[in-house]
């Protein structure tokens, strides 16, 4: 009875510190506060419109609130029951007082996790569609496997998967999680997943580029020694930071020009970790290393705020990189 | 004992002319490398050469007034034709860009479908002139590093390689900007 009674008490416990979490309104605009000053440097669109995103996350989350009420009552009613189990005294009471709020709790969490990753996500769209009108989020689509093959990292690429994508379809902007994983076998023949990669990526159009450049880390190694030429440029810190690979010599100087070395360095050198790019018959891609961008279940409401702004400061440097870099191009392209 | 003493010698003779081969290997490759990209240089400058009639023509429906330099380039090129030399390829490079400038003065030939599409070969062929000497000049560079840098530089002075100069280029008469 008594290893019962404190069962009971623990899952108890462990509910209400579930509550707690998810209710601390408070905790949410001090996190706020440390990502505005975090993002001081590097997100103008966050500092320039904090109080129209507070107030964004406000009126979203206030339609949870309903629910939050009722997981607060079902966890109140619960312990009133336990009390109350030991003045009655009775199995039946017991099983009906003590399961009914654990019922009614049980299903409310599961509401409020759901609701709340719906509010992320349409909290997400408009931050970003506010930020930027031709912006648009789509949660579950990305990139395909097969492009992302075209683009010949070098890891190995059993699993691909890419979410929470970010779109201009006026410029052909794509900008996504990916995970790569690779499968292994251990020595009884079952198979198992290693991830290789887990980052983000980002594409955009250019105009006019017919040929293939690689561009990695000083660890990058050609995986293609007969297709492709490692070329080395005039500017020693773009050689210093990037090993380059292309299938045609004077096409790679065409577009890697000074301006356009200057730019890759200059993002190379705020990134921490290795970046690579890729300039493929069109398109120009940027990879590199992230935690989870604009993925909405793995976060707890507090963290949501500080995430979304870093997300967002981590597109802008992104999309404004690439504009630069398209615009250079583009232009040479056109005059 | 002189068996093994015997054994080492030769192996590092065998390891210096080794050494000796690769390095002399890689000054050859290094230098056939500036004359093939100073070749492609040439490809394209000698492209651009061949849009001037083309520049020309598109001009002379227009212009009337510019009269003198259309035939000055006429003469240049039949000059050029019978007696190809430095100094005409030169001047017909000079005046390339006047008649550059003459198009871009007259609203109608700058308007033209023809001036157009002429203005955007001309644009990649400026390109690729501009990339061509990147790689030339780059060449350049990696080949002096070696003849210079020890011990490849007393292999380079035995056999008579020597510091390449890097080509001096007269960008005012050369690039031309579009507007």
Do not use: W
């Amino acid at each position: 009875m008594a290893l019962i009674f404190i069962m009971i008490a623990l899952i108890g416990m462990v509910l209400i510190i579930i509550v707690a979490r998810t209710h601390g309104s408070s905790n949410t605009k001090r996190v706020y506060v440390k990502s505005k000053n975090q993002l001081a440097n590097n997100n103008k669109y966050i500092l320039e419109n904090s109080k129209k995103i507070e107030k964004i996350f406000d009126e979203r989350y206030k339609e949870l609130e309903p629910i939050k009420r009722r997981m607060l009552i079902s966890v109140l009613v619960f312990f009133i029951a336990l009390i109350s189990v030991f003045i009655v005294k009775n199995e039946y009471y017991t099983y009906i007082s003590l399961g009914l709020p654990l019922i009614i709790l049980g299903i409310s969490y599961y509401e409020y996790n759901t609701k709340s990753n719906k509010k992320f996500i349409e909290i997400t769209k408009e931050v970003i569609h506010d930020y930027n009108n031709d912006l648009e989020y789509i949660p579950n689509s990305g990139f395909s496997s097969s492009e992302y093959a075209l683009c010949h990292f070098p890891e190995k690429c059993d699993i691909f998967s890419s979410e929470d994508m970010i779109t201009n379809s006026k410029n052909g902007f794509l900008f996504s999680d990916i995970t790569i994983k690779s499968e292994y076998r251990d020595n009884d023949g079952d198979s198992h997943y290693t991830t290789e990669y887990e980052g983000s990526l980002a594409r955009m159009y250019i105009k006019d580029v017919e040929c293939k450049i690689f561009l990695g880390g000083i660890n990058f190694r050609n995986y293609y020694t007969k297709d492709y030429v490692e070329v080395k440029f005039e500017n020693d810190e773009f050689n210093d930071l990037f090993k380059a690979y292309t299938d045609n010599e004077l096409l790679a100087y065409k577009i890697l020009t000074p301006d356009v070395m200057e730019e890759f360095v200059n993002i190379k050198n705020d990134t921490y970790g290795d970046i690579d790019i890729r300039i493929i018959n069109n398109k120009l891609y940027i990879r590199f290393l992230s935690g989870d961008g604009f993925d909405s279940s793995a976060l707890t409401k507090n963290e949501d705020r500080e995430s979304l702004c870093k997300s967002i400061a981590v597109l802008e440097e992104v999309m404004k990189t690439m504009e630069k870099v398209k615009k250079i191009i583009d232009n040479k392209n056109d005059n | 004992m002189d068996g093994k003493i015997l054994i080492i010698i030769g192996v590092v003779i065998l390891v210096i002319l080794i050494v000796f081969v690769s390095i002399y290997n890689v000054l050859v490759e290094k230098r056939k490398k500036i004359d093939r990209n100073n070749a492609l240089v040439d490809i394209y400058l000698k492209k651009r050469f061949d849009l001037i009639p083309n520049l020309v023509e598109v001009c002379k429906g227009y212009s009337k007034h510019e009269k003198e330099t259309l035939e000055k380039v006429a003469e240049l090129r039949s000059s050029f034709n019978s007696n190809p030399t430095k100094e005409t390829t030169e001047e017909l490079n000079k005046v390339y860009s006047s008649l550059i400038a003459i198009a871009e003065s007259y609203p109608e030939i700058k308007a033209s479908d023809n001036y157009l599409k002429l203005q955007k070969e001309l644009t990649n062929v400026e390109n690729e002139i501009s990339a061509s000497r990147r790689i030339y000049i780059n060449s350049i560079t990696s080949y002096n590093n070696v003849v210079m840098r020890f011990p490849s530089s007393i292999i380079a002075s035995m056999f008579g390689f020597k510091k390449h100069n890097l080509p001096k280029y007269d960008y005012s008469d050369v690039k031309v900007e579009f507007k």
